[in-house]
């Protein structure tokens, strides 16, 4: 059997034998992003709050995904989902006739203010402690040269570094500036960081997924070198040695994309009904963020499609990292049984509630089968 597993809200895919082999050594917990969908993850790291199960040395986390790991750091129940629930549901945080009239953007400054104040007070200072000894951070995405960067949670620049993994193209405003360089939205470059994790050498890693199976990505098949050799490097590595063939890459990306669209503007004529180019991954799919830009009168520009490609590449290398992964290491994904009814964003509130329910399932059933391994395991 691989040394790979699932569990859902429903059920458990996991060879426990093998498992058990993995977890002497360095454990990392994996947060995807995907919006008002994190608030499954704020389910499953809920379940763990009250189980009191935290044998985890480091952990990543891309935009909603670094929100819940904050939260659970910082050891406050109910935080993510309140952060989700009241806040992005909020006029203030997103309401698209403003957007598109006045271009008011994301207002994740404005939710930020939100959750450190009365009555939602995250706890920085606990979470610190907490993290003493261990590491946290957030996946960003470099706008020079759209590098996948992981910047330390919980320090003096928490607000703005959660900002930046949160900092979506054409959503936000405008790139976040640290004396080291600009960032957007990690979702571009890193939407699941498993890589990254075992890179810093973890070797049992739990990820917590939004999707409830991997979505056919239909990514333009590249000319690349064996995995086991380049999936040790971040993704800036690999364009690296791939530079010669960049220009052929955005060439084949360009006539995919616009088949894409057109395949995607049939469809909703048919049903009245378009799917996310990418399954809404990178919070809005790559056709609604198209048409926002349309409707606010901004171009489509390369800049923008640039990014749309690495996102969709590195999904797909990602993918395949999960579903195979290097032998030194075993792979556990927590993620939902059936599709989530929440969006990435403008959700309902009955279905954020139904999702988040989900997810604190699936983190009771984990824990159940941490607990048939190594009884030690749920000591924080």
């Known amino acids: 059997m691989k040394n790979c597993g699932v569990i859902t809200n429903a059920a458990v895919h996991l060879d426990r034998g093998r498992l058990k082999r993995y977890t002497g050594g360095k454990n990392a917990l994996v947060a995807q992003g995907g919006g008002q969908r994190g608030i499954f993850t704020a389910g499953v790291l809920d379940a763990f709050l009250l189980s009191n199960f935290d044998p985890f040395h480091s952990f990543y986390g891309t935009s909603a995904g670094a929100l819940n790991l904050c939260g659970f750091l910082c050891r406050q129940h109910g935080i993510g989902r309140s952060f989700i629930l009241d806040l992005t549901t909020d006029p203030e945080f997103f ?10 953007f994301l207002g994740l400054d404005w939710a930020l203010d939100k959750i450190s104040d009365y ?8 979470g610190r402690r907490m993290l003493q000894g261990r590491e946290a951070f957030a ?17 003096d620049d928490w607000r703005q570094v959660l900002i930046a993994t949160c900092a979506i193209p054409r959503l936000y405003h405008q790139p976040v500036k640290f004396p080291h360089g600009e960032y957007v939205d990690g979702g571009v470059s890193a939407s699941i960081p498993v890589q990254e994790a075992w890179r810093q050498e973890a070797r049992c890693i739990v990820v917590i997924r939004t999707e409830e199976h991997d979505l056919a990505t ?55 009904k378009t799917e996310s180019l990418n399954g809404g991954r990178w ?31 590195t999904y797909s290398l990602t993918q395949d990292f999960l579903n195979s992964p290097p032998d030194d290491c075993f792979i556990i994904q927590i993620r939902p049984e059936q599709p989530l009814k929440s969006n990435s964003l403008m959700s309902e509130k009955e279905d954020l509630l139904h999702d988040y329910q989900l997810g604190v399932d699936a983190g009771y059933r984990f824990v159940d089968q941490f607990s048939q391994i190594s009884p030690t395991l749920h000591i924080s």
């Open 283 to 313: 919070l809005f799919g790559a056709d609604e963020v198209y048409r926002l830009s349309h409707l606010i009168g901004d171009k489509f520009d390369s800049s923008l499609a640039d990014m749309l490609m690495v996102h969709y590449q």
């Open 218 to 272: 239909g990514t333009v098949a590249l000319n690349q070198e064996p995995q086991v050799t380049w999936l040790k490097d971040s993704f800036n590595v690999i364009q690296g040695q791939w530079q010669e063939k960049l220009g052929q890459w955005k060439q084949d990306w360009s006539t995919f994309f616009h088949y894409q669209m057109q395949r995607a503007v049939q469809q909703n004529s048919l049903d009245g």
């Open 119 to 126: 009555p939602y007070r995250l706890d920085i200072d606990m």
């Open 95 to 104: 309401q698209l006739f403003r957007y598109i009239r006045r271009k008011q």
């Open 139 to 155: 996946a960003v995405t470099d706008t020079t040269r759209l590098h996948d960067h992981y910047l330390p949670m919980l320090q």
